[in-house]
């Protein structure tokens, strides 16, 4: 308990006195993870919601497939990644390893299944209603998606926030792909991590309960920005 | 035209201040502080900033072969002599030493504290069948680990559930070792600089096996053209200087040195 104690108070102090090596790590993990967020929204949105309004031979497979996506091992993620990114791998020229621009790409091979699979959930429901409509004014595909992103909108913002979880929760790929280079890769949770394993537990608690507030922090800046919960529109 | 000048004097100031190269090292030269005290004097002095990797020094050299870092900092003679002998480094520079030590439980229930020697510390705990954990991640400590082991004609694959592989980093191991309040052999700088201690305590130490040499090894251009040659070169001239000698020798924590330097000039 009394270290549960000194966590919340290092938690205090690093916040009230706006540690440096805090906000530097703060902003990279939102940075990283807002990034993967924005990049696998654009792939996995239209592909859930084409998905909900395509018959096609492999349907089905597909989506369990993708169902089962959702369960992907970051660290399986992270070492796919290394492999592909590392100087001795098909990609090595680009010396992305290290960097968070190979954070993102390992994050966004995370979370894109999960946001997909929840859009393709709450469009096929959205499309039984508005298959008659949409089909009687001669849309075309892309229209349909569209109409469907639009509308669905707030069950869409849920998957994105639980990608956004998901990818700002992570620790398993991102340490071994961007290594936790301190100033350069190191972000919430894999500073923790570090701090665990000197058995500094004060400050990795710390930065947890910072993790938790950025959390609940962002998730309520995107509802007051999207107006969830207001007047009519429950 | 002033304006011209300042610009482009801010762009070579970036530019100077901007070398930086991938340096893989063992856990214990971050866990122990070394890190801290040495990487910021040298990005002062030199204005060359290090990347660490802090990871086991069976990655380090994973990270190596790979062309992935500049230079490895570890821990394993016999790693690092087939490294340098496959020609991924062109050589090994012995950079500094300390110890391993025996941690374990302060009540000591295998009686190691007054073994005489590493075989006796070792047949102590495998008649007692006390806790034991083990690094089990292909570390430098692990590796160091086994050998002992081996030399005092124990299979550690024959031992029963005493002795739990944890395959995880020093400090982790460490953290499980204070939990389960058992024994664990452990380098002597991580060890001072851990926090969760508990109960446990440094039984044994000071024998001539336990001897931790830490050498660095540039990747060799030849098999990886993009390697930062220079840096690790400059990294490499530094950290052997008389200023890093006296940095690594007056590194304390309880006035306990923790590494030894000796490098040769």
Redesign the interface.
């Known amino acids: 308990m009394n270290e549960i104690w000194a966590g919340l108070l290092a938690a205090f102090h690093l916040i009230v006195t706006l540690d440096g090596d805090l906000v530097e790590i703060t902003l990279r993990s939102l940075q990283v993870s807002l990034s993967a967020l924005v990049i696998a929204s654009a792939l996995a949105l239209p592909f859930g919601t084409w998905l909900a309004i395509r018959r096609f031979r492999f349907r089905r497979a597909t989506i369990a497939t993708l169902n089962a996506l959702m369960g992907l091992p970051p660290v399986v993620v992270g070492l796919i990644v290394y492999l592909l990114l ?4 098909p990609f ?1 020229v680009l ?1 992305l ?2 960097t968070p621009t190979a954070m993102i790409i390992a994050q966004v091979v995370i979370i894109t299944p999960l946001i997909a699979s929840i859009t393709h959930q709450a469009m096929r429901e959205l499309w039984a209603e508005y298959h008659d409509l949409l089909i009687s004014l001669n849309t075309s595909n892309r229209q349909r998606v569209l109409t469907l992103i639009w509308d669905g909108r707030r069950a869409l913002l849920t998957g994105a926030l639980a990608g956004f979880g998901r990818a700002i929760g992570e620790v398993g790929a991102i340490m071994i792909v961007g ?6 890769t190191r972000v919430l949770t894999t500073a923790i991590a ?1 701090e ?6 004060a400050l990795a608690l710390g930065l947890g309960f910072v993790l938790i507030a950025l959390a609940l922090l962002v998730n309520f800046a995107i509802h007051a920005l999207s107006r969830t919960e207001r007047h009519s529109t429950w | 035209m002033i304006r011209a000048l300042t610009l482009f004097l801010c762009l070579i100031g970036t530019a100077a201040l901007s070398e930086s190269m ?1 340096l893989a090292v063992t ?1 214990s030269f971050h ?1 122990s502080g070394l890190s801290d005290v040495l990487l910021p004097v040298l990005l002062e002095e030199t204005g060359l ?1 290090v ?4 990871v086991g020094t069976g990655q380090a050299l994973r990270l190596g ?4 870092v500049d230079a490895i900092l570890v821990h394993s003679r016999a790693d690092e002599d087939v490294f340098v002998a496959e020609g991924f480094a062109p050589y090994r520079r012995e950079i500094m030493y300390n110890d391993f030590v025996f941690i374990g439980p302060s009540s000591d229930p295998a009686g190691i504290a007054n073994a005489a020697s590493i075989e006796q510390v070792l047949n102590r705990i495998a008649i007692e069948k006390a806790l034991f954990v083990s690094r089990g991640d292909d570390s430098g400590t692990h590796k160091k680990e086994r050998a002992l082991w081996q030399a005092a004609a124990l299979d550690t694959e024959t031992f029963g559930a005493w002795y739990k592989a944890v395959g995880s ?4 191991s ?2 499980t070792a ?1 939990a389960l309040n058992a024994y664990i052999l452990a380098d002597r700088a991580s060890w001072l ?5 508990s109960d446990l305590k440094l039984l044994s130490s000071r024998h001539p096996e336990l001897f931790n040499q830490y050498a660095y090894l540039p990747i060799n251009p030849d098999k ?1 053209p ?1 390697v930062n040659v220079e840096a690790s070169q400059l990294f490499e001239n530094w950290l052997t200087s008389s200023r890093s000698e006296h940095l690594i020798n007056a590194h304390r924590i309880n006035d306990e040195a923790l590494f030894v330097f000796n490098a040769s000039k």
């Open positions: 590392s100087r001795s791998g090595g010396g390893l290290f290594g936790n280079i301190d100033n350069a570090l665990t394993g000197k058995g500094n537990f | 991938k856990t866990n900033e990347q660490l990797l802090i072969r790979a062309g992935d980093g020093m400090g982790a460490l953290n204070s600089n851990f926090r969760n201690k990886h993009h």
